[in-house]
Structure formats: C-alpha cells, structure tokens
C-alpha cells in the first residue's frame, strides 16, 4: 500500500507518525482543511447542522477532515464528500465500523483515506486517541459538533487549544452538548451561526450552483411531488450528494 512521508501535519505536533498509508485523492491535502468532529450519539439537531455546515464547506472549497466515526464523524463526510478526508484509527485493508462501510468505500475511491497504521491492523481504543491527533493537525480549524465534557471529542478541542487552531462549536441546547458548551463558557472556543460566513474564511465560493436548474428550482418550490415530477432520480442523486434534504412531502437546501 501507498504512504506519503510528507504529512501536512501542524508544526506544533510533537511526535508524529513518520508516515501515513493512504488511498484516494492527494490532491485534497492541499487545500484549505476543516475537521469536524463530535458524538457518536449525536441529535437529529447536530446531524442536520453537520450536514449543512459540511455542504457549505464545500461550496467554498474547503475540505472536510473527520474520523469516519458513527455519529458525527460521518455525516461531516457525508456533508463534504468527495472533497473529505477520513483518518482511521486501523488499518486501511479494514473496513471498520463496517455500519459506514458504503460511505468508507466511496472515500477510497473518490476522496481520501488517512491511516498511520500497517494496512491490516485491526482497530483498538487508544489508536483512536492517535488518530483524533491526527485529524487536528492536518486541519487550519477545529469544529467540535456536540460532545460530553468526558469524550473523546474534548480530547480533540484540547488538541486543538494545544497546537494552536482556532476552536468552534455549533450552538446547542443546555443540558444536550455539556463539552461544547463548557468551551464556549470559558472561551475557549467561538460559536457558528453563518456558515457561509464562516466558511469564508477558509474558502472562496465556488458560484456553478447559481445555474444549477434543480436547485433554483427548489428554492422557489420545495414540494417533493413536483420537484420529483420535474427532475425524476435525479433529486435523490442531490441528497446523496448532500445538497438537499427529503422530509417527507417537502424538499429543503442544505
């Protein structure tokens, strides 16, 4: 299997892998990076607004980085694909979790995969504390999407605080996301509310959507029947791509 030795990692990360085994796309490690990280548990709430923020990520051209986790982690992926990064905590020739098994796949072939392990290492506990590591050093800004104030999530803000990257999180309910907003009580790390604006300040738009027919045509009607009438398969191919949302009879941008 393929490793890269030149790793892109930040300069304040003392003792990192002297190598990393990947697949997919290595052009995306020179672009702008955002992880984006959080509960495996996360709410329907935190999975919508990854998602979105994720897409809008990638309108700006920036690349989303995250740990192809349950939760989170994935919808961050899902959100972004192609233009993510997973960093795995095993091996590439193992597909784990093997839930996200589709989506791992879809980022061998047309995004890119990260391991700093041999390619049939099985996954243990403490190589996802390593590759949590990882993750934030690659990346210009850290977003902790939801988390406990005991996760593995805050080990990644407190990564970020160390390294010196900025630190976010999305707004959230009390009693809901304790770790995000105990960063933000001691301010260690600022709030979201215009993901546009935030993702201006890694990226620069990219404007082909503005004639995308289907999508002009759902912000002026966002009635499934007739936006199925109307462009047929094609308005599932948008909700893989993580542009839109199918909520029952109504179709909304994300």
Same mark, same amino acid.
């Not at 190598?19 to 290595?26: D, E, R, V």
């Not at 997973?86 to 879809?106: R, T, W």
């Not at 600022?190 to 004639?211: L, P, Q, R, W, Y």
């Given at each position: 299997m393929n490793f890269i030795t030149e790793l892109?990692?930040?300069?304040?990360?003392?003792?990192?892998?002297?190598?990393?085994?990947?697949?997919?796309?290595?052009?995306?490690?020179?672009?702008?990076?955002v992880a984006i990280v959080g509960s495996r548990k996360c709410s329907v709430y935190t999975k919508n607004m990854v998602i979105s923020l994720a897409t809008t990520l990638k309108k700006y051209g920036v690349c989303v980085?995250?740990?192809?986790? @349950?939760?989170v982690d994935i919808y961050a992926h899902m959100g972004a694909y192609p233009n993510?990064?997973?960093?795995?905590?095993?091996?590439?020739? !193992? @597909?784990?979790?093997? !839930?996200?098994?589709?989506? @791992?796949?879809?980022?061998? !072939?047309?995004s890119l995969a990260l391991s700093a392990y041999e390619p049939d290492t099985l996954a243990k506990g403490w190589q996802f504390l390593e590759r949590n590591l990882i993750t934030v050093a690659l990346s210009d800004a850290v977003v902790v999407a939801q988390a406990d104030i005991k996760s593995g999530s805050m080990s990644s803000a407190r990564a970020a605080i160390k390294f010196g990257i900025p630190l976010y999180v999305l707004p959230q309910r009390l009693g809901e996301s304790s770790g995000t907003n105990e960063l933000l009580a001691s301010q260690k790390a600022?709030? @979201?509310?215009?993901?546009?604006?935030?993702?201006?300040?890694?990226?620069?738009?990219?404007?082909?959507?503005?004639?995308d027919e289907v999508m002009e045509f759902i912000k002026k009607n966002t009635n499934f029947d007739d936006c199925y009438n109307k462009f047929g398969d094609k308005i599932y191919e948008y909700e893989l791509d993580g542009k839109i949302a199918i909520d029952g009879i109504y179709v909304r941008i994300l």
């Open positions: 892109h990692l930040n300069k304040n990360f003392k003792n990192p892998p002297d190598k990393l085994y990947y697949k997919g796309n290595l052009a995306l490690l020179d672009r702008p990076k980085v995250s740990g192809a986790a @349950i939760g993510t990064i997973a960093v795995f905590g095993n091996g590439l020739n !193992q @597909i784990y979790p093997s !839930q996200n098994s589709k989506i @791992i796949k879809d980022i061998y !072939q047309n600022k709030i @979201i509310t215009d993901f546009d604006k935030f993702a201006m300040e890694f990226g620069v738009k990219n404007d082909e959507e503005k004639s």
